[in-house]
């Protein structure tokens, strides 16, 4: 046994770590927290003085156990978790846990995982902060507050199986509220001039009007008066220019980079970085600092000038402007500059390369521009072109490294050809273009941040959890939005003639941008109308504010949770009590037929349309909104064509052939089988041919393409693309495969690699018992019976496991049947007259 215990959060810093210090160390992990809130109960006496109460979850007591007796027998007990509020109350719930004693427990933290940051923070360690471990408390009881109090009435007013929560709740009410911005976004048309001219060279060139026409009269106006014009240059000014380089990367500016360069989703980028963090090759990737020490800024001046040369090196300090910025880190950077590039996976090799560019160009010289701005005047009346051109003279930091934008529209500017006042230049075409003003853009995962970052809400640590979990309840998705079509104008001067010509555009069409659900609108309807205070972004913002002030020991934890709870539950009270149900109703119309209302509401299963009232003698109808119907946008002839289904359209091979809506979409019934529609497609439009095509196609999908030992392999496309069945087996089949052509060797191939595989993963088969115990992901293992599937921690000594301990925890995770309570039946006795 070592003479120090040294405990860190994760197995991947652990190996890292241990790879610096001696044999009279030994390195253990936690695996995250090891004590929490209890998840079936509030866990705070909100009667008394407001303490949390802590317990070790089941999936921990063998941690715990283990790292007790380790330190048990240590004479030193290093805690060597993160310096932030997450990292400093790991390291309290370890003391507290362990039962450390303080005269042999040291607290030792670092920015980096290398061998010098290491060992200067083992001859430097301090106790444990508990201005930052309060500041974690405050932080997990006030949203397990909000959370616990808040959800219960979204179940009764809304729909069950809800939840609330501060950040989370805020995130979404922006969503929702920039979504409505949209829909009541009224564009505004005008005309914008555009137009090609060329120079006596022959080189090309393209400028504008500076001012767009209101109106097609005015705009063909213009382009008639242009006819027959001799245009010259007006003006001609050249200025030089530069352009300086971003600051180094805090969590939100490389979460929003990340994901414009290279696509990463936020809750990607933050396990990329982890994983490069615990590696040793970059520093804390949760900082809102842009500060480098000097070390960093000298190693970079170094790698400067050796890759680059002098003149590109400019040594620079950058200042955090973000609001409450917090930890006292250094920005996200590379631990050793001289390392370009590393090997590893794909998405770690991509990320560390953006990390590394960043921060070199953020110690380099600025970009020396020259920019040149020329007029285009004409002889037939007063207005004037302008063409904008930029030639880069000196590289700077854009020889390494450019900031991406947000902005879809913003164009960098072209070179344009060598030119002077007074020459005549030659007009290829004028355009004036039919333009509508745009609405605000959607809110990306990356802009998401930037916008709570700016309003002061949340922290580092907070911005990925928050958008994974309203992602997750299905407050919030992230897909597609079609967009419609829109016709607008053109009028095009050229060869002496006004031409007008009709185009078409898609508007409104979005990828990848967060959108709200239906339950996403209602919920947050019913939190502003009734929990206005909580979800105000001042107040929110000021949490944050309040949760620093605790950090820095300037407020008292326990009090500022009183002050809070004492108004937020009297609210809670009232709501739960008075609050009308919530059912996002919107009434579309009038049935024809029987003179009743028709709804679009959110009903127990999701959103439906209603015909009639609760209240009527005969019970209302209802149909289901299909998959790409919102409440918001349907309308009542789309509402009304859902009563007509299911809807028989005839019959086939002498079955019923029906079309009907469900809850994965519009489908057609024949037989047995049920066969999808396409995306999109309109279920009212299929008639029997479309119908027969549909079904034709599956059955041709299912037949056999073949056998294997005497079982026949059909093949399809799934989720998750291509596959074969076998056996009850389904094995996927990557591109390596010509699909639509597989040889019976291709099949035999892939079913004896899937049989290979399920060999390898497996452990233990106990088949009298029907408990077998198998390899998953992440180096965990998963305990299966039939649908029951248990997944181990880490801890678990798996080749070691018994027949008897798997048939206990089989036991333990089947549901019980539930015995009906048999009520005593008092025997009557009768008297006889």
Not at 83 to 90: F, L, M, P, S, T
Not at 201 to 212: E, I, V
Not at 326 to 331: I, Y
Not at 736 to 764: A, V
Request: hydrophobic residues 35%; glycine residues 6%.
């Amino acid at each position: 046994m070592a003479k120090n215990l040294v405990i860190v959060e994760s197995p991947a810093k652990a190996k890292t770590i241990e790879k610096f210090l001696g044999k009279d160390f030994q390195v253990e992990s936690s695996f995250g927290h090891i004590a929490d809130l209890p998840s079936k109960e509030l866990g705070v006496n909100v009667d008394g003085d407001f303490k949390p109460k802590y317990i070790v979850s089941t999936d921990k007591k063998a941690v715990v156990k283990k790292l007790k007796d380790l330190a048990k027998k240590a004479e030193t007990v290093w805690l060597a978790s993160d310096e932030d509020r997450e990292g400093e109350a790991i390291a309290w719930h370890l003391a507290e846990q362990l039962k450390l004693k303080e005269e042999n427990t040291k607290r030792i933290v670092f920015h980096e995982i290398t061998k010098k940051a290491i060992l200067k923070a083992v001859e430097n360690p301090r106790d444990i902060n508990y201005n930052l471990v309060n500041a974690q408390q405050a932080r997990r009881v006030l949203d397990r507050l909000v959370g616990y109090e808040l959800s219960p009435v979204l179940w009764r007013k809304v729909k069950g199986g809800l939840s609330a929560g501060r950040v989370q709740s805020v995130a979404v009410r922006l969503i929702v509220e920039r979504e409505r911005e949209i829909e009541g976004f009224t564009p505004v048309a005008s005309y914008r001039v555009d137009a090609e001219f060329v120079n006596a060279n022959g080189k090309k060139f393209k400028a504008k009007l500076a001012k767009n026409f209101s109106d097609k009269k005015d705009a063909e106006a213009f382009l008639n008066s242009c006819l027959n014009a001799g245009f010259s240059i007006a003006d001609l000014t050249k200025k030089p220019a530069k352009k300086s380089p971003a600051a180094p990367f805090t969590t939100s500016t490389l979460q929003q980079e990340a994901s414009r360069k290279l696509g990463f989703p936020v809750a990607k980028t933050m396990m990329v970085a982890q994983r490069l963090y615990e590696a040793g090759l970059i520093t804390y990737m949760r900082t809102d600092s842009v500060n480098l020490s000097e070390d960093a800024k000298n190693a970079a001046q170094a790698e400067i000038i050796a890759s680059y040369g002098e003149e590109y090196s400019k040594p620079r300090n950058f200042s955090t402007k973000s609001k409450g910025a917090q930890e006292a880190h250094e920005a996200i950077r590379p631990t050793n500059m001289e390392n370009h590039e590393i090997t590893g996976e794909y998405d770690q090799t991509r990320l560390y390369s953006l990390i590394w560019k960043r921060t070199l160009a953020s110690q380099m010289s600025e970009a020396q521009l020259e920019r040149t701005n020329v007029k285009v005047e004409n002889n037939k009346n007063e207005k004037l072109f302008t063409a904008n051109g930029e030639v880069i003279t000196f590289e700077g930091f854009l020889k390494v490294y450019l900031e991406g934008t947000d902005n879809e529209e913003e164009e960098a500017a072209g070179m344009l050809p060598m030119m002077k006042v007074g020459e005549s230049v030659g007009n290829e075409f004028i355009t004036a273009t039919e333009r509508y003003t745009r609405p605000p853009a959607r809110f990306s995962e990356a802009a998401l941040v930037k916008r709570l970052e700016e309003l002061g809400i949340g922290r580092p640590s907070t911005y990925a959890p928050t958008i994974s979990t309203i992602q997750r309840r299905e407050y919030i998705v992230k897909g597609s939005v079609e967009g419609k079509e829109r016709n607008y104008t053109q009028l095009r001067l050229a060869n002496a003639a006004v031409e007008e010509q009709m185009l078409t555009e898609r508007v409104g069409s979005d990828k990848g941008k967060l959108v709200p659900t239906d339950i996403g609108n209602i919920v947050n309807d019913f939190l502003v109308a009734n929990f206005d205070a909580i979800l105000d972004y001042g107040f929110t913002a000021k949490v944050e504010s309040d949760f620093d002030e605790i950090a820095e020991g300037k407020e008292d934890w326990i009090e500022m949770i009183k002050e809070f709870y004492q108004g937020f539950h009297v609210v809670v009270e009232d709501v739960a009590a008075n609050a009308e149900r919530a059912k996002g109703e919107r009434l579309l119309g009038v049935d024809p037929d029987s003179g009743k209302n028709v709804y679009v509401r959110l009903g127990r299963y999701g959103a439906m349309v209603q015909i009639g009232e609760a209240t009527d003698e005969e019970k209302p109808r209802f149909a289901s909104l299909q998959a790409d119907q919102t409440m918001n946008s349907i309308t009542y002839e789309e509402a009304m064509d859902l009563f007509q289904l299911p809807k028989s359209l005839g019959e086939y091979d002498n079955l019923e052939v029906i079309v009907a809506n469900g809850r994965f979409g519009p489908y057609i019934k024949f037989d047995d089988k049920y066969v999808s529609l396409d995306k999109g497609e309109n279920p009212m439009s299929v008639d029997m041919d479309r119908a027969i095509e549909l079904i034709e196609a599956k059955r041709k999908a299912d037949a056999p393409i073949g056998e294997y030992e005497g079982m026949p392999i059909q093949k399809g496309v799934g989720r998750f693309g291509p596959f074969i069945k076998w056996n009850s087996i389904f094995i996927n089949v990557n591109k390596k495969y010509d699909f639509d052509n597989l040889s019976q060797e291709d099949l035999e191939t892939l079913i004896e690699d899937k049989k290979r595989k399920e060999r390898e993963k497996l452990i233990h088969n106990f088949e009298e018992v029907g408990i077998r115990v198998e390899k998953a992901r992440w180096g965990r293992f998963n305990v299966i019976k039939g649908k029951i599937k248990i997944e181990l921690p880490k801890t678990t000594e798996v080749e070691k496991m018994t027949q008897e301990e798997a048939v206990k925890m089989i036991e333990a995770k089947t549901p019980k049947k539930k015995v009906a309570k048999k009520k005593a039946v008092k025997k009557k006795t009768t008297k006889k007259k």
